[in-house]
């Protein structure tokens, strides 16, 4: 069984930020996800075919929607299953993220790919930049040397 912590989609610089409470747990065919936020817990489980990505966005939308309908009775809660109701939107979120073929979820990953090409692009740019400004200290300092 292996563990990798998550990243989630927060620096402006890289897109990347460590996020200690998001992690990844693989073991045999399955990889589990969880992201732990506050006293509570979201957990999924898929196939290690299923697109990250996908899976990380179907435990956000979970805990965005959890958080807005039942943030504030998390610290009143008095049985272990105050929260049934949310059970709703769990099954019909599930079968949205379902079927990765969909127009939603294509349209969820190539959003993805867009952001991490702009990333790139940004990058390579600040490489040539980088470049381009040494190769003039470079010729700067060759006139010094030569005067």
């Not at 912590?5 to 589990?32: I, K």
């Not at 599930?94 to 990333?119: A, F, G, M, P, W």
């Amino acid at each position: 069984m292996g563990v990798l912590s998550g990243q989630r989609s927060d620096r402006p610089e890289d897109g990347l930020v460590f996020d200690p409470d998001a992690f990844l747990t693989y073991n045999g065919p399955y990889v589990f996800h969880y992201i732990i936020e506050g006293r509570v817990c979201y957990l999924t489980m898929y196939d290690r075919a299923y697109p990250k990505k996908l899976a990380f966005q179907y435990l956000e939308d979970l805990k965005n929607e959890f958080e807005r309908g039942y943030g504030n009775q998390i610290e009143t809660a008095a049985r272990p299953y105050a929260f049934i109701k949310f059970d709703k939107f769990i099954r019909r979120t599930k079968k949205l993220y379902q079927d990765t073929r969909t127009q939603r979820n294509i349209s969820k990953l190539n959003d993805e790919l867009y952001e991490v090409h702009q990333i790139m692009t940004r990058n390579v740019q600040e490489v040539l930049g980088v470049g381009e400004k040494l190769d003039q200290v470079s010729q700067m300092s060759s006139r010094l040397f030569d005067w």
